[in-house]
């Protein structure tokens, strides 16, 4: 029920970002983003009395932290300009990319084993990707447009790969919670410099609505994630959230059906196929079968 939960509450926040990518810079963006799930974490921390001196643990858990830190905030900028050149579906769809790198980073940098169900699933998913690529490179005005948005896209995805292998890693230094108040107060000020908030001044109801719902989502969902990995094997919640593309479809399109969305999506029997693919070869690649 809870990466059921987070999958429906990823699905939304795309449908925020894409309205607010043309009042706030992406850097302002990611900015809201960090600096309110930061605002949160404080109160928790400070009731748990999970405080602690970074710098204690060593330079090694250090220097991780930082570039974690740099990574999420990387992904988090980078994730918000995918707006301005896709459309919600498109950047949900390439975000999955995140999961595969982060598979492939688990077999080239520690060493887990990548078996021939998961070898198939990965040319699955690039099958799926170039399907869904060139049908929808044709709906835009100019695919150089397109490819730059997919360029970032995989950037996005790429360095939040690095920062849950980097995160993995900490666990056994840190709490889940320490680590994103790290990552979130730094991220927060490489950001700070660049931020331009006066448009804040100018939004009109709607456009607090989606702000409030790009903020909220992003530290729920997180949240629902987190704690379904307690009960439930981390390789079968990561495949089960593979299904978010899906959930953002099926979102806009009842939503659609209501009020008319800032950014229509145009999708072929093609790109369907393509996001089959790549769903049922990303579940591929993660599940793990359960042992008797």
Request: hydrophobic share 55%; net charge positive; glycine share 6%.
């Amino acid at each position: 029920m809870l990466v059921v939960l987070s999958d429906l509450l990823w699905g939304v926040q795309p449908f925020g970002l894409s309205s607010l990518i043309h009042v706030f810079d992406a850097n302002t963006l990611a900015f809201l983003k960090m600096f309110s799930a930061g605002i949160f974490l404080l109160p928790v921390l400070a009731a748990r009395r999970q405080f602690v001196d970074y710098r204690a643990r060593g330079r090694g858990p250090l220097k991780l932290l930082v570039l974690a830190a740099v990574s999420l905030t990387v992904s988090y900028l980078t994730y918000a300009l995918e707006f301005k050149f896709l459309t919600p579906d498109n950047t949900q769809l390439y975000l999955q990319t995140s999961r595969i790198f982060l598979a492939l980073i688990g077999v080239f940098v520690f060493r887990e084993i990548f078996r021939a169900r998961q070898w198939a699933g990965l040319m699955i998913v690039c099958i799926g990707y170039v399907f869904f690529y060139f049908d929808q490179s044709k709906i835009v005005s100019t695919m150089n447009v397109y490819s730059i948005g997919v360029a970032i896209a995989m950037v996005a995805s790429l360095t939040w790969a690095i920062f849950a292998a980097a995160q993995k890693r900490l666990m056994s230094d840190f709490t889940a919670d320490q680590t994103l108040l790290f990552m979130y107060v730094l991220g927060s000020v490489l950001m700070l410099p660049f931020v331009n908030i006066s448009p804040l001044a100018g939004l009109n109801t709607g456009q607090w609505f989606a702000l409030l719902i790009v903020c909220v989502s992003n530290l729920a969902a997180f949240t629902c994630f987190s704690t379904a990995l307690k009960y439930w094997q981390a390789s079968r919640v990561s495949a089960v959230s593979c299904l978010t593309p899906l959930a953002t479809i099926a979102i806009s399109q009842v939503v659609s059906l209501f009020i008319e969305l800032p950014v229509q999506e145009v999708l072929s029997a093609m790109a369907y196929g393509g996001i089959a693919l790549v769903v049922a070869g990303s579940i591929m690649i993660l599940w793990e079968p359960a042992k008797s």
